[in-house]
């Protein structure tokens, strides 16, 4: 048999079947997970720039309970933000900004009080940055230091400085070696937070007071 | 759809994948034939170009596959699988296309040709085209510029390789050390090349 | 596809058709045919995570799993393959394994799955897979085949993880993402360069030039 003209074309075919049937059983096993995988990345950077909501070890489910619970969704009013209430008031804005990155897109959200100054946190969700240099932005190190910063009314609202720079109360240290990134993360929060701002105070008819 | 803003970031993607983002010097794709085909400039030459060619096709190949079979059927994850044998198919044709018709060029590059399929920049460019989400022409920027990059790189190894020849190197570090720490030394010059292109 | 220029390069010895002997492939794989320095192959998919401990290992294991198991199935299935289309068939089979890792890495540790982005795919190309299953896995049965594939990929991931190890370390100060003393202190000022790429090609012919080295002492006084 194995010498007929058809055996190899048949064999190809068995193979080809009998592997991608198995790849694609297993692939439908998984895909459900996958995509919740997708979601949760988003709600847990969501929840981890809120006060409060987040630490680490939390389960899965467990997260997602407290991103349907706690989190209400954005509308017009608050210009696409995120917002985490408390008993009607509002606490803090969930912004998610999004961007080129130095490879590819860069995707998170950035947490504000409800008096739109304070900076309670920032979170990536997608990111494509080289590891161990741009993609450093995703680490607790990096990340922390957004904790309380306040949106500077002149000029950028963030401020990217040199690793060894002092900072000011609206600064933060790039990512040491990750020029390219941090350039165009600076770029990034900015717009979206200038954007955001100017639209908020359209909508609800305030400026900011300075 | 606006094709203007596409073409001038295809140029972008396009000569960033040749300086900044070498695929060779910075994502250490190809390198088996890279620390292989080095010793001379002129079969350097040869496979550099085989590369850009094949790089720059598959590439818009693997694109089409993807994006109007793979993600309708949404079979993404099968793409590992179909462009290796995308690109295997292609090299073939290429070689049979050559053999046919054009006995200079396939004296040119028909050895190199069977040498490609196996040369991971060749899937690692499709693969980051999909992981980086290009359109179309962006993609077809991206793979030219891979294929410029690599073939760049490997003809300067190979000059400096013929240069190398009669210079005493300890016998432990002949052969692939000495090469392996060029392309070192190559790819610190190239990241001199990062302020070509300034964040936009 | 040809492996000509790939798998004897560098004159690495190979095992064809040799009686198979668990002692012999174990040494064989881990150090006197030792992929990386001896017959430099496949390097490309994996030197670029080597500026994380963490990204290495969980490469290595893919490799481990997809070299061991793919050998093995094409070694199950040599009796029955035909000659002509055997590569499609490897590729397939190596495919296969790949797909699997994929999908596994992006159902349950996703943020992994992002950190290595293309590279777990890349495993498909890596000479080393399809050189150990041309070379071995086509004329031995299963079992050693699996250990030539096992030993091969393990004797690959021990010289990545000491590249890993010391890039991570002088570029970081950190070993899987823990810091080190004096490492992450003030007076080790980090070198970044190790983290970038050329790092990686300045540690892969570093240590290949030691381990030659040593090879060339051991045979030396062994005549």
């Known amino acids: 048999m194995r010498d007929k003209w058809w055996f190899p074309v048949v064999y190809m075919f068995v193979m080809t079947s009998f592997f991608s049937s198995i790849v694609i059983g297993f692939s439908q096993v998984t895909g459900a997970r996958v995509e919740a995988n997708e979601h949760l990345a988003f709600e847990k950077a969501v929840l981890s720039v809120l006060p409060g909501l987040f630490n680490e070890g939390t389960s899965r489910s467990e997260l997602h309970r407290r991103f349907v619970e706690r989190v209400s969704s954005p509308d017009k009013k608050t210009g696409d933000a995120y917002t985490l209430k408390d008993s009607g008031q509002t606490i803090a804005y969930a912004l998610p900004i999004s961007g080129q990155g130095f490879w590819a897109p860069i995707k998170g959200v950035i947490g504000i009080k409800a008096d739109l100054r304070t900076i309670t946190g920032i979170a990536f969700y997608e990111q494509n940055e080289t590891p161990g240099l741009g993609a450093q932005i995703t680490k607790n190190t990096f990340r922390s230091q957004f904790q309380d910063k306040v949106i500077s009314s002149a000029g950028k609202s963030l401020n990217m400085k040199r690793p060894s720079d002092m900072l000011g109360t609206s600064d933060v240290h790039a990512v040491t070696g990750a020029t390219q990134t941090s350039a165009r993360l600076e770029r990034i929060i900015n717009d979206a937070l200038k954007k955001w701002l100017s639209e908020f105070a359209q909508t609800n008819g305030e400026g900011r007071t300075q | ?200 | 596809m040809a492996f000509g220029v790939c798998s004897n390069e560098w004159g690495g010895p190979d095992t064809v058709n040799k009686k198979p002997d668990a002692r012999k492939i174990i040494i064989d794989g881990l150090w006197r045919n030792n992929p990386v320095f001896k017959q430099v192959l496949g390097i490309c998919s994996t030197l670029a995570v080597t500026n994380l401990v963490l990204n290495t290992v969980v490469m290595c294991v893919a490799l481990i799993f997809t070299l061991s198991l793919s050998a093995a199935t094409v070694s199950l299935l040599r009796k029955f393959t035909p000659r002509n289309i055997r590569m499609m068939i490897e590729t397939l089979i190596i495919g296969f394994y790949v797909i699997i890792v994929d999908l596994v890495l992006k159902a349950y540790w996703p943020e992994m799955s992002t950190n290595l982005g293309p590279y777990v795919g890349l495993i498909i190309t890596n000479c080393i897979v399809m050189g150990r299953c041309e070379a071995y896995g086509n004329t031995n049965p299963p079992g050693p085949a699996f250990l030539d594939g096992f030993f091969n990929a393990l004797g690959y991931s021990f010289i990545l993880l000491i590249i890993a190890t010391i890039r991570e370390l002088l570029g970081m100060g950190t070993v899987l993402g823990y810091p080190m003393p004096y490492f992450s202190g003030p007076y080790w000022d980090k070198w970044i360069i190790m983290v970038a790429p050329p790092g990686a090609f300045f540690m892969l012919g570093v240590v290949t030039w030691i381990f030659r080295s040593i090879e060339i002492r051991r045979e030396h006084n062994t005549k």
């Not at chain 2, 040369?119 to 294929?147: E, K, P, Q």
């Not at chain 2, 790189?153 to 190979?158: G, L, T």
């Open chain 2, 1 to 200: 759809m606006n094709a203007g803003p596409e073409i001038s970031q295809a140029f972008i993607v396009c000569i960033s994948a040749v300086f900044t983002q070498n695929i060779l010097l910075t994502y250490f794709l190809g390198l088996c034939p890279f620390l292989g085909v080095s010793r001379e400039v002129k079969t350097a030459t040869g496979l550099g170009f085989a590369v850009i060619f094949v790089l720059t096709s598959t590439c818009m190949l693997n694109w089409l596959v993807y994006h109007y079979v793979l993600v309708p059927l949404n079979l993404e994850f099968f793409r590992f699988i179909l462009f290796i044998i995308i690109i295997a198919a292609f090299v073939q044709l290429v070689e049979m296309v050559l053999d046919r018709y054009s006995p200079f060029l396939y004296q040119q590059l028909g050895v190199f040709l069977p040498l490609i399929t196996v040369n991971c920049a060749i899937l690692g460019a499709s693969l980051f085209m999909v992981i980086r989400d290009y359109s179309f022409i962006v993609a077809v920027g991206y793979g030219f510029g891979s294929g410029l990059g690599w073939f760049l790189a490997i003809i300067a190894m190979a000059g400096i390789r013929q240069k190398l020849v009669n210079d005493r190197i300890p016998q432990g570090l002949q052969g692939p050390g000495i090469t392996l720490i060029i392309a070192g030394l190559m790819a610190l010059a190239f990241m001199g090349f990062s302020g070509v292109l300034q964040a936009r």
